[in-house]
């Protein structure tokens, strides 16, 4: 009667040996708490430093190359500006939800359905009357000498 050998590889770990994931999860309810706060600072770590590192965002609105005005990003009250392009006024409304065109005299209405925009960098043009938005901030760190 022949005996049958399974052969194993050395190198190869046992699959029930190994521990599970939740083997690896598992903890009192005190490391459970700690997990918990420890992710809930580095959340509110990251929110507070992209909101503090970023300055006023402020709205500069172009006519061409030439600056017509700067307002603050979120101001208490709604501005309406009025800006004088190529072809007529393109209005532009800067509100709590950020900044958008309102009315525009070209004839594509483009820059008006695209809607607000509210984060630093973005940009709204209204191409065949030349009137830029863009909304800039500043970032203020604490560098060396030699890092700047």
Known sequence: MPIRTTLTSMHEPDP????????????TWVDRILLLLTLITIIMGWSWIQQ?????????????????????LHPDKPIHFQAKGDIGLSEITIDSDGVRITHSSCVSQRCVLSGHRHRIGDI????????????????????DAVSE
């Open 16 to 27: 029930s040996s190994t521990p599970s994931l939740w083997h690896w999860l598992k903890g």
């Open 124 to 143: 709204l043009a209204c191409v065949p009357n030349r009137i830029l938005v863009s909304i800039q901030g500043t970032q203020k760190l604490a560098l």
């Open 52 to 72: 503090n590192l970023s300055g006023t965002p402020m709205v500069h609105i172009y006519h061409g190359k030439s600056l017509l005005a700067i307002y603050p």
